[in-house]
């Protein structure tokens, strides 16, 4: 045992032959071995990787819990024509913003872009979903996310080259953790509302609203006055309209 100084180049094996190159560890059988039939440098037995600059500042290394940590002082900078991320289960962003930004000249079709995909190698099929967005908070202090909303896109066809027709959904939750349907846009551009959620909109204050009630009626309420305008106004009833009101003026200003 001691100490070789190398004051140039050092040449081992031959080329196109190569020879195995190891590093012993103060650790028995620890250490790091080149191997040259495999043209791969490797980690023996529990040796962990850890790549770091001499004040320790920024490094990559692997943690006791499996994780491969890369650690920068202040910016990661990761820069390549395309960067792909693989995982069999999910990507996990813990940052309380996440920027995406086109730095391209502006134009009616530039612009940030969230992308959300699914491809199983097979066409999509009616009731499929192509992608949700899920928005989620703790209920306690335990770590127990719950989603409260979410919007999904379903295709509402069996895609083919000739159709792509998608409904987008919206959710909410009033409740414990139980996410119900509230509107649809469909395909064909209809906003529908499901059975379960009734018609109702209204300022803040909740003055003035249109709301379809219990009884099956569908309310209009004004705070003062009901302005409709239009050239030629119909009403078609089965059976009877009827107003209720102490007066009924019908004024012609020609």
Known sequence: AGTTLFSGNATFGVD?????????????SEGVLYDASEDELALLLTTKLKFHDVGGGEEIYASANGHLEINAGTTLDVTAPTIELHASTEVGV????????????????????LY????????????????VIEFAGAEDDA???????RIEAICDAAWSATE????LLFYTTNANASQTERMRITADGEIVL??????????????????ASANGHLEINAGTTLDVTAPTIELYASTEVLAETPEFIIENTT
Request: glycine share 12%; with cysteine.
């Open 16 to 28: 196109d032959t190569g020879v195995d190159v190891r590093f012993f560890s103060q650790t028995a």
């Open 94 to 113: 813990f940052a309380p913003e996440l920027v995406i930004e086109n730095t391209a000249t502006s134009s009616a079709t530039a612009g940030g872009k």
């Open 116 to 131: 959300l995909m699914c491809d199983d190698g097979a066409a999509m099929a009616s009731g499929h979903r192509l992608g």
């Open 143 to 149: 770590n127990n996310d719950i989603v409260g909303a």
């Open 164 to 167: 792509n027709g998608a409904d």
């Open 194 to 211: 499901p059975t379960t959620t009734k018609l109702s909109f209204h300022d803040e204050s909740g003055g003035e609203n249109i709301v």
